[in-house]
């Protein structure tokens, strides 16, 4: 009985490292965003098909917002397009695009074809601002509360699952309509 | 046939060699590909930014150059990515904090076989011994 205990345990041990190391493992949909309960990155861009504008992210500061990362070359951001509209259609928290890396016309003409469900759109031309969120792949979205701090990232198509229970819990009751 | 692969493995080198940065200095040129052989390619996991032709990897590549020039640390470069990314982005994880059990567990794992193994071999080493004497009065007949 007793030779048995040590490799029981080593067996249990080397059991659970595995398992943490299965659950954590970096799954395009599990990764952890980095920036989760830190201060959204500030920035200032271009306001898309209104360049002269500039859209700052302190425009938004005191209450919550949701930022959308997409590009016109992104397949999954078409996929999740028809729930950002539906989103969009809901009102209940600003929806900020950011057009990663994209070329202005094709980004318009997205818009202008499939309907545009973003308050404003901010074109993030060199990539910066998506790196200063640590984006890795389109599409990102981000719920950041009303203090500014990024509460939540969903890689991948945004669902209407995701976005209820994800994001619309996250919103103060008092935001509700 | 040996010549071609010697002239494939040549040629490919340079086709796969993504990277046409250089920077000023040969300091600065070791330091930046020393940085951005370090950080991990986050579309494609396990390619180094450094190899990776993804647009993200290049991005990141520009950055690692401008942080450089403007004459940060590379400890500073890497804090820079893994605020962003996270720890995943580095290939070799801080010794410290919650990556600690990555560097502590492989000697605890060699230690335990070691211990194992000793512990294997001694009984070995004795079961062997008592054969021996089982062994020499059984042969002594023959």
Partial sequence: MNRFILPVVLFLALAGVLYIGVRHSPNKSTMVSALLGKPAPAFELPVLGDPARKFNSRELAGRPW????????????????????????????????????????????????????????????????????????????????????????????????????EFLSRLPKAAMP | MKRLVLLWLVVSGTAFAVDPTTMPTPELQQRYEEITHGLRCMQCMNNSIADSPVGLASDLRRDVKELLLAGKTDAEIRAYMVQRYGNVILFTPPVSGSSLWVWVLPVIAALGGVFVGVRVVRRRARLVDQDDSVVDTEESPR
């Fill in chain 1, 66 to 165: 949701v930022i959308n990362v997409w590009g016109t070359w992104c397949g999954e951001c078409r996929v999740e397009h028809e729930t950002l509209l539906a989103i969009a259609k809901q009102n209940r928290v600003p929806l900020v695009g950011l057009n990663w890396k994209d070329d202005d016309e094709a980004a318009q003409q997205w818009l202008a074809q499939l309907g545009n469900p973003y308050g404003v759109v901010a074109a993030d031309r060199e990539g910066r601002t998506a790196i200063d969120f640590g984006v890795y792949g389109a599409p990102e979205t981000f719920f950041v509360d009303a203090d500014g701090i990024v509460q939540y990232r969903h890689v991948g198509a945004m669902t209407a699952d995701v976005w209820e229970r």
